[in-house]
């Protein structure tokens, strides 16, 4: 496993007030990884591109008038694209060079390659045309970044491929780009999003047309702990070996660790641990870019999915959820898991 980290990712797109989303997340990632034993998987990369290089790239993802809001506004930086979302006079000089980075390394994936690209801005929330599913904002997001490793991948001659999302916030963007695409199936854990940004990804939303029962959204309530996850995470195995991909695309999100700050679950080192071992049982070519996380679930998320993923054993005693959430979450679970079973053995 390669764990890169973008050197422009601590000196470009910084807010001139705050802002979760900013530089000190990189920090966080960097002091934590340097205390542990696979410190020698980390390189630091730089991607120099041009705007003429990716707009053909994002150009298959989003549409062209969203790709000109989005320049337009970088033309008159400092500002916001939404309440959640802005740029500064530099964003657009570090956006290109993630989609380059994005696309290079998901097009180098060979094997069994795993390959963890520590980035921002994150990018599941953009959808084709911006916000995606009537979501309020970008939720800090620009360009898809998960897309654009799709669209590489595919390049690359993977034919199917699996995302996913693990971000306490639904993916609501990269689902509506492949919302009827059978060739990518979308896995999202997430907060139950009847009262909470985006507001998106109930488990009835399963795709549509050729895609339909590709999209799949497993729900969290509030409270919920490692106990619930795993239950999950176990049925999430289920239906991507089921699936039978040729490649995975990570949406690696740490905002559900207890106390990150942006969420109201119980998340902790046992629930990140285990998507690590989660991938390494895969063992598929895998290219991770990082979506959420501001604070403790960074310092502690990280390393323990690194470990998970590299096969080093650890303990972590998991989290509980109370009984009766548990069993709301297990129903929520096993209902959709059914369902969805009737669209994938077909």
């Known amino acids: 496993m390669k764990i890169l980290i973008e050197k422009n990712s601590l000196l470009k797109h910084i807010p001139w007030f705050y802002h979760p989303e900013n530089p000190g997340r990189v920090k966080i990632i960097m002091n934590a990884l340097s205390k542990t034993s ?21 150009e298959r ?33 570090l956006l290109i060079e993630t989609i380059s980075l994005v696309y290079e390394t998901a097009s180098s994936l060979r094997s069994n390659n795993t390959v963890f690209l520590i980035i921002r801005p994150p990018g599941h929330h953009a959808g084709k045309c911006g916000k ?7 939720g800090f997001c620009v360009f898809n970044n998960a897309a654009i490793a799709i669209e590489a991948l595919r ?17 609501n963007g990269t689902q509506e780009i492949y919302y009827k ?3 990518v199936l979308h896995v999202d854990l997430h907060r139950n999003p009847i009262d909470f940004y985006p507001f998106t990804g109930f488990p009835e939303q399963i795709g549509s047309g050729r895609g339909r ?52 679950t119980m998340l902790t080192e046992h629930t990140y641990y285990n998507i690590g071992k989660l991938l390494r049982k895969l063992n598929l070519p895998t290219l991770l870019v990082l979506e959420g996380g501001y604070s403790i679930g960074l ?14 054993k650890k303990e972590y005693e998991p989290s509980r ?12 679970a096993k209902k959709l898991y059914n369902h969805i079973l009737k669209y994938l053995k077909k």
């Open 61 to 93: 993802i989003h549409c062209r008038k969203y790709i000109e809001f989005v320049l337009d506004r970088a033309s008159k930086a400092p500002c916001e694209l939404d309440p959640d979302t802005y740029l500064s006079r530099d964003s657009l000089e």
């Open 132 to 138: 995606a599913f009537r979501a309020p904002t970008l």
């Open 155 to 171: 390049d690359n001659g993977f034919n199917r491929i699996t995302v996913l999302d693990f971000d306490i916030h639904h993916g």
């Open 213 to 264: 029962g590709y999209s799949i959204n497993f729900i969290l309530e509030p409270g919920s702990g490692d106990d619930s996850y795993s239950f999950m995470l176990n049925l999430v195995s289920e239906i991507i070996e089921l699936y039978s991909p040729e490649a995975i695309v990570v949406s690696a999100g740490f905002d559900g660790f207890l106390d990150d700050g942006l969420a109201d």
């Open 181 to 183: 695409d059978p060739t």
């Open 38 to 58: 696979f410190r020698d998987h980390v390189l630091y990369v730089e991607k120099s591109a041009d705007l003429s290089d990716v707009l053909s790239i994002l």
């Open 299 to 312: 310092k502690r998320g990280v390393p323990a999915l690194v470990y998970g993923a590299l096969g080093i």
């Open 321 to 332: 959820t109370e009984k009766t959430i548990y069993r709301q979450n297990v129903e929520y």
